[in-house]
């Protein structure tokens, strides 16, 4: 379990970042009852609740990654834009790297 998530932090798999996902910006009742709910909870029971929570998170990025890269499929076209849009290039040391050295 150990090598898994240090592989998983040197990865290229992405992960939200948590306060900038849940908590900026208007967002809507339910997100209040949702943080009152895993407040209490992490009160009640805070193994158990940690425990879930990292859980979540981890399988979050994996399920995000393989969502984004497997499911939903872009077109052909779309799908190199999007790609060099986020800074992936073909090269293994990044989109730069051939410019670099060219």
């Excluded at 208007?26 to 949702?34: A, D, E, G, I, T």
């Excluded at 499929?73 to 800074?87: E, I, M, R, W, Y």
Aim: aromatic share 10%; proline share 5%.
């Amino acid at each position: 379990m150990t090598i898994l998530v240090g592989l998983l932090m040197v990865s290229r798999i992405p992960y939200a970042h948590v306060i900038n996902r849940y908590v900026k910006g208007r967002k809507p009742f339910s997100y209040l009852v949702l943080s009152i709910t895993v407040l209490l909870l992490l009160i009640w029971k805070v193994q158990l609740t940690l425990a879930i929570s990292c859980l979540a998170f981890t399988a979050s990025g994996v399920i995000g990654w393989i969502w984004r890269r497997y499911i939903r499929k872009l077109p052909a076209g779309d799908q190199l834009a999007a790609s060099l849009n986020k800074g992936e290039g073909n090269s293994p040391a990044g989109p730069d790297f051939d410019k670099q050295n060219s």
